[in-house]
């Protein structure tokens, strides 16, 4: 996957940041929630997923950079990332998205994305 930003979403994807929540999230050995809220921020640019009960009902931040693909006509959206990956994430707190987090969720994605 050509990548040049973690934080921005690729330029050929279709869809708005509106269509994009609700759409259905899927890593690449499976699905991992629905799109709980994004953000079209360039350079910061990220989706939050409402994991459900897959991981207790945690929701992750995902940054734009890792979608790969987003299928419109389905509302799914497909991750470069696996299922322990997500997992495996920083734990997402709405009252502390501040820059620190934003860092450490930076340093935890950039060695699975290309």
């Avoid at 006509?73 to 997992?87: E, G, N, S």
Wanted: hydrophobic residues 30%; contains cysteine.
């Amino acid at each position: 996957m050509p990548h040049t930003d973690l934080w921005t979403f690729q330029g050929n994807l279709p869809g708005t940041r509106e269509a994009l929540v609700g759409c259905k999230v899927e890593a690449r050995d499976g699905s991992i929630g629905k799109v709980d809220e994004a953000t079209p921020d360039t350079g910061r640019a990220y989706i939050v997923v409402d994991t459900g009960p897959w991981i207790l009902g945690r929701k992750v931040v995902i940054p734009a950079g890792t979608i790969g693909r987003i299928d419109v006509d389905d509302k799914k959206i497909f991750v470069a990332l696996t299922k322990d990956q997500i997992k495996d994430s920083p734990e997402y707190d709405p009252a502390k998205f501040d820059e620190g987090y934003r860092t450490r969720l930076g340093t935890y994605y950039e060695p699975y994305v290309h």
